[in-house]
């Protein structure tokens, strides 16, 4: 019987054995991308991805640890050793082991925290700021002037910025797994992150704390670029916005005004200066509209003006669906037009 049993054992270690590896490959087929932790594009990035490499094979060695005496103390006979030599067994691979391998990992980690949150010699300053549900970004000009976006950073690439981060009503946190690690953001306190990215792409970001009821529809997209484009992007985003070309986009612009858009939005270089929403100056040059949840093109902007509870459940801009089809047409041109 007792062979019979030991044998059942192995068998059913060895499914699991092969079940683990499986699942494992299925996980790790979903560390690459955009927008993970096991993909890094920066500094920070590549040492919590390191961390995570040592803790995982820290836990795997403890697994391998147990599962050997385990397999040991059930494949061999009782007679086989004795109570002092199963003691020091025991002792040796369920607790002496164990307590090195995490004593280990944890001093290792300790260091690590303090490379990942020193802001001396920073390159770049940017606040960030976490809303329901859409993040504001304010970078400041050579003369310290405000240029303020919405769900879009860009970032030099090789070069360490620190992020200024808040929320003015509930709890945030930002999030670029690929760049770094998740700050929280919390109301009345700024928070501060140091990202340095070591290559260039676009990345995607979220928030990493349930933030209420479109809290899965506040995405945020970072382009890490070489210096000399991200200055000329930069001065560009300076700039007031661009005069309507034609005849239809005026005739947004003047809808957009009309219809009180300007008192929650700003289009600088025009009427509208908002501050309540997002500043709209060259929302057509963003990748995505309304926190990653749409395209930016005229079509997405006539769907977003027209009906934004149904596509942001709770979201603070009211839906503009009463108006005639030909005025939000004209106003998804226009706004797309503002690049």
């Known amino acids: 019987m007792w062979p019979i049993l030991t044998s059942d054992l192995a068998r059913a270690c060895l499914r699991l054995r092969d079940l683990g590896l499986l699942l494992l490959l299925a996980a790790l ?11 890094p594009a920066g500094a920070e990035a590549q040492r919590i991805a390191t961390l995570f490499w040592w803790m995982t094979g820290g836990a795997l060695a403890i697994w391998m640890a147990v599962m050997g005496i385990a397999l040991y103390v059930t494949q061999a006979h009782p007679e086989a050793h004795g109570i002092r030599s199963a003691r020091w067994l025991i002792l040796g691979g369920g607790i002496v082991f164990p307590v090195v391998v995490l004593t280990g990992l944890l001093i290792y980690g300790l260091m690590l ?8 010699d920073v390159a770049l300053r940017i606040e960030v700021s976490g809303e329901q ?3 504001r970004v304010r ?29 003015p009503d509930v709890i945030h946190s930002f999030w670029v797994p690929s760049l770094g690690g998740k700050v929280d953001m919390i109301p009345g306190r700024t928070n501060e992150l140091v990202l340095e990215p070591t290559r260039t792409g676009t990345f995607g970001g979220v928030c990493a704390e349930y933030c209420g009821t479109s809290h899965a529809l506040m995405k945020l997209v970072v382009v890490v670029m070489p210096r000399d484009e991200f200055d000329q992007w930069l001065a560009a985003q300076a700039e007031p916005a661009r005069v309507p070309a034609s005849e239809l986009q005026q005739a947004g612009q003047r809808a957009f005004l009309a219809n009180g858009c300007g008192a929650c939005h700003q289009v600088r270089g025009t009427e509208a200066d908002g501050t309540l929403g997002p500043d709209l100056t060259h929302v057509g040059s963003r990748l995505s509209l309304a926190a990653g949840t749409l395209p930016a093109d005229v079509d997405a902007f006539q769907r977003w003006i027209g009906h934004t509870g149904a596509i942001k459940p709770d979201v603070r801009m009211p839906a503009f669906g009463m108006l005639p089809e030909v005025q939000l047409s004209a106003m998804a041109h226009y706004l797309s037009g503002l690049k």
């Open 29 to 39: 087929a979903g560390c690459d991308g955009q927008q993970s932790a096991l993909n």
């Open 113 to 120: 925290m303090s490379q990942l949150r020193p802001s001396e």
């Open 133 to 135: 549900w859409w993040w």
């Open 139 to 167: 970078y400041r000009g050579e003369a310290g002037e405000a240029i303020e976006l919405a769900n879009e950073i860009r970032l030099p690439v090789g070069e360490r910025v620190a992020f200024s981060l808040t929320s």
